[in-house]
């Protein structure tokens, strides 16, 4: 069993990995999603991230709301509210009237949210992306109500610029306000410099957690994209290869290939444990469409990396031209 870790200073714990729930009612069905659920709670995780916008972007789902459906289905099936805690966000474009942080739209949002979960609260509810239209402070008065009215229990904030993050954090415990206790960025071995350069110093400061998304770069650190032609054997494809097949994408695989090999695990538990071990992360997320790839990602719980073995991943590629 994982030793659990606390998110900033929320009073929430959680294991070193989080459940991504944007895949449950768009690539995994409801049945193959509460197969994911039931085994990654049966192999120690107790967190699953999910957003009110998931998956609104599939044919057919427009408004969202289809990964918390399915997961209110199962909490109440399986009876495990207690065990495990649900993060959800909002703020993306739900429709026309539907998006952003305003204080009375997040009134709605929420409510909206825990009835598709079927819960009395969500654990940690966070701005899915700044609303840069608005003072800080606005998300953070409604957050404030919500927190003392019970139906959330912490907040976070994700893709907000290093700048509106330390405003809102300098905001936080002043005239009432709440704190965002974790931030949730893009972060994993090939998406890494940013977070380290621009907001790494701010979270550590501040003592706030950090639970990055896309932490397998969409599938491409599991090293199953190394081709065009692999690109056909996930939806995801065309982006996959746009994004990582290049120079710097190939190089971090032989990299993954080289320390995976060197410990007898996979690229994806390697990634993975890259992730958990890096200063100021308190757990990557990473989602699953079948209960072997769960099963898989929760064994890079027990994956620890030496220095040498983080040196070779993080090796700058070299200069061209």
Do not use: C
């Not at 639970?211 to 982006?239: C, E, H, M, N, V």
């Amino acid at each position: 069993m994982a030793t659990l870790r606390e998110l900033g200073h929320s009073g929430l714990h959680i294991a070193p990995l989080v459940l991504g729930g944007n895949v449950f009612g768009w690539t995994a069905d409801e049945k193959t999603s509460f197969a994911v659920l039931d085994a990654f709670v049966a192999g120690g995780g107790n967190a699953i991230d999910t957003a009110d916008v998931y998956s609104a972007w599939a044919p057919g789902h427009a408004g969202g709301g289809q990964s918390e459906t399915v997961i209110g289905k199962w909490l109440k099936q399986r009876g495990r509210r207690d065990d495990v805690l649900i993060f959800s966000k909002v703020g993306m474009e739900l429709g026309p009237d539907k998006k952003g942080l305003a204080k009375a739209y997040i009134k709605r949002a929420v409510e909206d949210s825990l009835k598709r979960l079927q819960t009395e609260y969500i654990d940690l509810y966070q701005s899915h992306k700044d609303d840069e239209s608005l003072p800080v402070t606005e998300p953070l008065e409604a957050y404030a109500e919500l927190l003392k009215e019970g139906k959330i229990r912490a907040i976070g904030a994700s893709n907000f610029s290093p700048q509106r993050l330390q405003a809102a954090l300098d905001a936080g415990g002043r005239d009432g306000l709440p704190r965002y206790e974790s931030l949730q960025p893009e972060y994993n071995l090939y998406e890494h410099e940013t977070f380290e350069k621009d907001d790494l110093p701010l979270v550590q400061a501040s003592g706030i957690g950090v639970i990055p998304y896309f932490g397998l770069a969409s599938g491409f650190l599991t090293g199953k994209y190394r081709s065009a032609a692999d690109l056909k054997k996930s939806q995801r494809g065309d982006g996959i290869g746009k994004k990582y097949l290049n120079d710097k994408g190939f190089r971090i695989l032989k990299a993954l290939d080289t320390v995976a090999a060197r410990h007898g695990v996979s690229q994806a538990q390697v990634a993975l444990a890259w992730l958990m071990q890096a200063p100021g992360i308190t757990a990557p997320i990473a989602s699953a469409t079948s209960v072997p790839q769960v099963q898989e990602l929760l064994k890079a719980l027990d994956v620890q990396l030496s220095a040498d073995d983080v040196r070779e991943l993080q090796a700058s590629p070299p200069v061209v031209g």
